[in-house]
């Protein structure tokens, strides 16, 4: 290259600068924003998130993409570490302009995240639970597919008093809806015949809980929560059984997933519950998730990360606009009310091409939203360790 | 009786502790910068153990050796060839440096093990309670093993040349100069052993719980608390440090709700520095 033909060049650049953004933006590639852990706590569920959601995103590409322009997803590690995510998040905001971040897993990280969302009208879709999330001043731009702790702490309360358990411990780590959560159980509890005998929060990622189950184990429980991260239960369960403790135990499938079976014994394992809430295996939208995703059965996470990118791109095309306000007052018109029922993204950008309502059903459940942005109801699956695996009790 | 058995979970935990400590603190008398890669390398030789034990099959003794091994060749490589450079720009440039190195390293094991959580082939019993306190048998072994390093490194900077050697340099690097002493060759043995001693003690705490990348990581701040407690350069001093770190976090259930357990190491280096900063068995100077 010569010096003419560079200074050509770099003149060419300035100028489409400044030429209006809309005429830049014409075709060019959608960005949605990804944060998810890959690293850190979640490192277990977040890297299945994103395949789910690059899987949604290749069949639209590959039907024809959204608005006539293919779709990419801007993807950010958040560490399962508020501060990396904020950092992150900025990022997705303020240098990719993506107009929804997907995929935050911890409670911690959404808190975190979400001021950064709203004030940059960016819409946030999570799983999760803390109730403190959704009563955030969000504007309307959170949406929450997970079940609130409200919901979940109800449902498991009622799980543990059908099991005949009286004597309940809930042990939980440091997180927002840690103590809220408690508090509900011990109430739904009490009225079901059970009482909770002590509660207790802990530090994550030591790596001895032994005066912990100590404290516990001196209430003497018949059933303990184990209101968890995995690296702790892998812990607080191997301590249990030093421990001698012989009675139930109940934690969340994030916690007990079938890596952290695999790294245990099954003699500290088996007889743990778990539970999860429950992908709608019944639906249309499951069994193309099954396929598209090529698994036997797509967990809650995998169900909830497809679900997100489908409403955020039926959104985006049925607003015919692509910023994240026009996906917070759209997702509702494309998910709950009277149009024609569709399981993924592709059948439904069909429809509203051809001007139809849809309703979209999803993977996760019905997926409509109240005004706060939680989901409205769904059902939960508990299943039981025995050996390396985790075989279905119920799902309720 | 609470209160005893508190302090035997403390007296446990912190004798897998004072391993690293050992580690962190020889390498901090010879080389005069806190490496905190020492964390990423506790990692690596908990995964080289883990290597040995749950794909080779070896039994957990060969594999501590393992694990001494990888972590101590690792500490010798990346301190010659990342560290050494920046110890020339000064103290908290290598110590920056040596942070960086961590992270790095935490991630290239990331690289070939992935996230997930793993655990070695071990029997998991149940505690044996003696007197009205329980304590787990393997947990009985991991002091064995602890204390049985701890004889064999004071043997060695007591009785062999090298380690005189090295205590030399530690005392006085211009003396140990003129008196002949290689203070490069020192340096590289303080490097192994500091980093294969790191090595073992990320093991030894996955063989209690599980590992992950992340294992030595969380284990830094209190194996950092316990060499600054017991005096940065002591050897004996970090035994004592990381006895009174582990028995003050498991104490401080007694006073302070669980979630803020760390807190109790931030706390022991705040009261040491205000109130003795050569630490406890530290000398002045130092």
Redesign the interface.
Known sequence: MNRRSFLAGTACLTASLGAPAVLRAQGSVLKLGVLTPL??AG??DGPRMLKAMQAVVDEVNKAGGVLGRQVALIVEDDQTNPEAAVRAAQKLVGVDGVPVIMGTWASAVTSAVAPVCWESKTALMTVSGADSITQLPHQGYIFRTQPTTTLQATKHAEYIASTGAKKVYYLAV?TPFAVPMKDIMANVLSGNGASMVGG????P????Y???I??AL?AKPDMIYLNSY??DV??LL?DL????YTGGRLTQSYAYNT??AE???A??TDGLVNVQPSSDIDSAAFSLAQKRLGLEAPDSYEAQATDWASLALLAIEKAKKATGTDIRDNVRAISQGGGTKVGSAVEGLKLLREGKDVNYDGVSGPCDFNEKGDIIDCRFRYGLAKGAKIELIKVV | MEILQLIANGVMAGSILAVPAIGLTAMYAVLRFPNFAIASHATAGAFAGWTANALFGLPILPSLLVALLVGGLIGLVTDEFVLKPFRKAGFITTAIGSLALTIGLENVVRLFYGNDLRGYDLPLARDIVVAGIHVGPQQLHNIAISVAIMALVFGFLTFTRMGKAMRAVADNPQLADIKGIDARTVGRIVSFMGMGLAGIGGMLIGLDSSIDPMTGFRAMLPIFAAAVVGGLGSVPGAVVGALVVGIAEELSLLALPASYKSSIAFLAILVILTLRPQGILGREGN
Do not use: I, M, W
């Open positions: 690293t850190g490192s277990q440091q207790l929060v802990y530090e990622s030591k790596t001895s032994r005066s912990e100590d404290r001196a995995s690296p892998t812990v191997k059984f030093r421990a001698g890596k952290v790294s245990l014994p003699e500290v």
